[in-house]
């Protein structure tokens, strides 16, 4: 389950949100925190994560300067790097991170597709990584092709998703 709390500014976002997800074959039980802030024109600026699992709790920072370059600050490890030219980023189980490129790109209202580079945060450790997501969208929905699955979503007017099938239906 994700709980979020959006402040839209045109298409600036503030968000805090909430993840809790129970154990299952594919990951622990496990609880999760962040706070996302983006610029004016929806491009990230600055994300905090939190995590908890049995065995412990982490936390990661991720912000982008005015040059394109993202520091990623964790317990162990620091790393200066443009993802490939990133301007997004992506967490794993979370439906709400996809609204960064669909209300930037505009998927939720014209036929395209596009490759995006984004920041790929593993919310369980909190690795992070350069990834490729693929969204095309049209008559039937915006499909998303990301490292872990292939889905078709659907998103309210404002490009928030509204259902994610097998991840999450907003409530």
Same mark, same amino acid.
């Given at each position: ?5 959006? +402040? ?10 909430r993840i809790i997800g129970g154990a299952c074959s594919e990951h622990p ?14 491009? @990230? ?13 982490? +936390?990661?920072? =991720? ?15 620091? +790393? ?8 997004? =980023?992506?967490?794993? #189980?979370?439906?709400?991170?996809? @609204?960064?490129?669909?209300?930037? #790109? ?8 596009? +490759? ?28 998303? #092709?990301?490292? =872990?699955?292939?889905?078709?979503? @659907? =998103? ?16």
């Amino acid at each position: 389950m994700e709980s979020v709390r959006v +402040q839209l500014s045109g298409n600036r976002i503030k968000a805090s949100g909430r993840i809790i997800g129970g154990a299952c074959s594919e990951h622990p039980a496990f609880s999760a925190s962040y706070d996302l802030v983006t610029d004016e024109h929806g491009v @990230t600026r600055r994300l905090s994560l939190r995590t908890a699992v049995a065995g412990g709790e982490k +936390q990661a920072s =991720v912000s982008r300067d005015n040059e394109g370059y993202w520091m990623v600050e964790g317990a162990a490890n620091h +790393q200066r790097s443009t993802y490939n030219g990133a301007v997004d =980023v992506d967490v794993v #189980l979370s439906p709400f991170f996809n @609204t960064l490129p669909i209300r930037r #790109l505009g998927l939720g209202t014209d036929s395209i597709e596009a +490759q995006v580079p984004v920041v790929y945060v593993n919310l369980l450790d909190l690795s992070i990584q350069e990834a490729a997501l693929t969204y095309s969208s049209g008559a039937d929905g915006i499909h998303v #092709l990301s490292p =872990v699955s292939s889905s078709s979503v @659907t =998103v309210d007017g404002d490009g928030f998703v509204l259902d994610y099938p097998g991840l999450a239906e907003r409530i």
